[in-house]
């Protein structure tokens, strides 16, 4: 059978106090050792590993009516933050994950849409990269130029855009004309 006990701790010295009713009548030892203490009694047993090691000479125990109180020394004034020394869990072996190379992947995919891709949607790409790896200044110029000049005109340039009103500049051999409602 399981014996209930508890602990208190001073600065020199730990109690613990296992309840047994008329332990002298059933045979009780008590056995210390430096970092283990062992009772039993006539169908109890209670073994307890110490979290710190105790020193054997100046421990005691003493039966009363309702319990046994086993006083352990410490060998040095440490707070125990706990009596048992707690067995460490058992490793598990985690399953390897997979990860991946989400860049690489960015990269497999724009090589393969580069290559799928032929005229204008390359040149769509091409801008759409432009694009979304620069600068908010180099966007900011782009969407200026390309929305003043009624898509005729694309720059990078925020200090040649900035400055003025983008022109219509036509592709050569044509001409710009106003719409007309």
């Known amino acids: 059978m399981s014996v209930r006990y508890d602990?208190?701790?001073?600065?020199?010295?730990?109690?613990?106090?296992?309840?047994?009713?008329?332990?002298?009548?059933?045979?009780?030892?008590?056995?210390?050792?430096?970092?283990?203490?062992?009772?039993?009694?006539?169908?109890?047993?209670?073994?307890?590993?110490?979290?710190?090691?105790?020193?054997?000479?100046?421990?005691?125990?003493?039966?009363?009516?309702?319990?046994?109180?086993?006083?352990l020394a410490k060998e040095t004034g440490v707070r125990w933050?706990?009596?048992?020394?707690?067995?460490?869990?058992?490793?598990?072996?985690?399953?390897?994950?997979?990860?991946?190379?989400w860049d690489q992947l960015v990269n497999e995919e724009e090589k393969k849409d580069e290559k799928e891709a032929k005229d204008e949607a390359a040149l769509n790409n091409l801008f759409k990269r432009i694009y979304s790896t620069s600068s908010p200044e180099v966007q900011k110029a782009m969407n200026k130029s390309f929305s003043e000049s009624g898509g005729t005109v694309l720059s990078t340039n925020w200090n040649e855009v900035g400055k003025d009103k983008v022109s219509v500049q036509p592709p050569q051999g044509t001409e710009f004309r106003q719409w007309e409602k």
């Open 7 to 71: 602990w208190y701790q001073s600065e020199s010295k730990v109690v613990i106090t296992v309840l047994l009713k008329n332990a002298t009548e059933k045979n009780y030892a008590v056995k210390i050792e430096s970092k283990k203490v062992h009772m039993t009694a006539d169908g109890y047993e209670l073994e307890i590993q110490l979290l710190h090691p105790v020193v054997v000479d100046r421990c005691s125990h003493k039966a009363y009516q309702s319990k046994v109180e086993i006083t």
């Open 81 to 101: 933050e706990t009596l048992e020394e707690k067995a460490a869990p058992a490793a598990v072996a985690l399953p390897k994950l997979h990860t991946k190379n």
